[in-house]
């Protein structure tokens, strides 16, 4: 699956599947696929001119805010691009190096390991888990090994971060993607450090993950 880009007017466009910008004509067209990736980014010179909110241009579906119209895209919908920053430079910034998606991903254990079985840390170290066609910016489910808990779901609701490791009743693990809720009951067993948020993000669907645990 993927997407069909039609211009009305000229423009210079780029993918995350290989990065290489491309200039589009008006009333062109290009076609992005979506073919191996989870996410598939595209780039516009001007960016996207949608109204800021929050001091950002995203789209947070969970509230509806943001974006076009708060919600995701549909056929047919026309997005206005903005003025290009430092229009006529030919000067283009490098690109930062690509994750490695075979690299193990950092976490740091707890804070809650008195709410899982002894052995629940060390299965996450030790075994391989894949990313879940489920997962969004909400979250990254994984499937694989589940983790024993020794409690059920009273615990006190504690603010989240990015990276944390949820373990529901199931077992499953959800790291917490950047549209997290602010505060989660579930217990966290680990949490996965800044340096491997990307590495963890780019990973298309059925990619293994593995976590190795870091100072």
């Known amino acids: 699956f993927g997407a069909l880009l039609l211009a009305a007017t000229p423009g210079t466009l780029a993918a995350t599947d290989d990065g290489v910008p491309i200039e589009v004509g008006a009333r062109g067209s ?4 979506c073919a191996g990736a989870r996410v598939r980014y595209v780039a516009v010179r001007g960016g996207i001119e949608v109204p800021p909110v929050l001091g950002g241009r995203g789209t947070l579906l969970g509230a509806g805010l943001g974006g076009h119209e708060g919600r995701a895209l549909r056929p047919g919908d026309r997005l206005p691009v903005g003025e290009p920053v430092g229009k006529g430079s030919s000067r283009r910034g490098a690109w930062p190096p690509a994750f490695d998606l075979d690299a193990k991903i950092g976490v740091v ?29 909400v979250g990254i489910r994984l499937t694989g090994p589940t983790m024993l808990r020794v409690d059920d779901d009273r615990g006190v609701s504690c603010p989240m971060v990015r990276g944390a490791i949820q373990v529901p009743a199931s077992g499953a693990l959800i790291v917490l993607g950047p549209d997290h809720p602010t ?28 976590f190795v645990a870091v100072q």
């Open 183 to 210: 505060m989660g009951g579930y217990p966290v067993l680990a949490a996965v450090v800044g340096a491997s948020l990307g590495a963890l993000g780019a990973r298309p669907v059925g990619a293994a993950v593995r």
């Open 30 to 33: 290009w076609s992005v696929s």
């Open 109 to 137: 254990p707890g804070p809650d390991l008195h709410r899982f079985d002894p052995s629940a840390l060390e299965e996450l170290l030790i075994r391989e888990f894949r990313i879940d066609p489920r997962s969004d910016r």
